[in-house]
């Protein structure tokens, strides 16, 4: 089975730092882009950052950038989302989800992890 | 950016009814829109991709249509499980963009 499953989030104060990661199983993960999307608390979907299968290539949404990295492992099938001075809006459930073969679609998202800022 | 609406943004309906769910881009995005739906307290799970292309597992009662800015997800003899929130996404631009969903409840 195609999995994924994030850890790492947390409450954090207003400022900090946080550093959410996504375990990738049942795909050959080095062969796809993956992403992060995340969804405040009774809120709509929000694409946060998308990193090519190399690792090489990052983009991110106006809303984060300059505050996070996207990063993976392709030898342990990891995804990372490194999240610095960290804002009460930030607070959200972050979603990591799977580049379809197509490209920039995504057909398989992990269960999520909350993040909340808060002091 | 492209800013993407929904309409409505939420319907009452009854099983067997026919749904149909509009989505307009700012600027025109190249049939580039997806659909996904998500239900309560789970992971959106996609739909429809690059307008009208069924992805693999998802039952033949959905369907995607359009061109240029507006798009349509219908929804044919609506099942129980159908019962959820829909989002539209544009991937045309290097910053995707969601629509604000619609929700689809039971009438």
């Known amino acids: 089975d195609v999995q994924l499953l994030e850890s790492g989030g947390g409450l954090v104060q207003p400022g900090g730092s946080l550093r959410l990661s996504c375990a990738a199983s049942?795909?050959?993960?080095?062969?796809?882009?993956m992403n992060w999307v995340r969804q405040s608390p009774g809120k709509g979907l929000e694409w946060v950052s998308t990193?090519?299968?190399?690792?090489?290539?990052?983009n991110y949404a106006d809303s984060v950038k300059g505050r996070v990295t996207i990063s993976r492992d392709n030898s342990n099938n990891t995804l990372h989302l490194q999240m610095n001075s960290l804002r009460a809006e930030d607070t959200a459930i972050y979603y990591c989800?799977?580049?379809?073969?197509?490209?920039?679609?995504?057909?398989?998202w992990g269960q999520g992890t909350l993040v909340t800022v808060s002091s | 950016d492209i800013q993407m609406t929904q309409s409505p943004s939420s319907l009452s309906a009854s099983v067997g009814d026919r749904v149909t769910i509009t989505c307009r881009a700012s600027?025109?995005?190249?049939?580039?829109l997806s659909w996904y739906q998500q239900k309560p307290g789970k992971a959106p799970r996609l739909l429809i991709y690059?307008?009208?292309s069924l992805q693999s597992g998802v039952p033949s009662r959905f369907s995607g249509s359009g061109s240029e800015t507006d798009f349509t997800l219908t929804i044919s003899n609506l099942q129980p499980e159908d019962f959820a929130t829909y989002y539209c996404?544009?991937?045309?631009?290097?910053?995707?963009?969601f629509g604000p969903g619609t929700r689809v409840d039971l009438k």
């Open positions: 690059i307008t009208s």
């Open positions: 989800a799977k580049d379809h073969v197509y490209g920039e679609v995504f057909d398989v």
């Open positions: 600027r025109p995005i190249n049939n580039y």
């Open positions: 996404q544009q991937s045309y631009s290097d910053q995707f963009t």
């Open positions: 049942g795909f050959s993960f080095g062969s796809y882009a």
């Open positions: 990193i090519n299968d190399s690792g090489d290539t990052a």
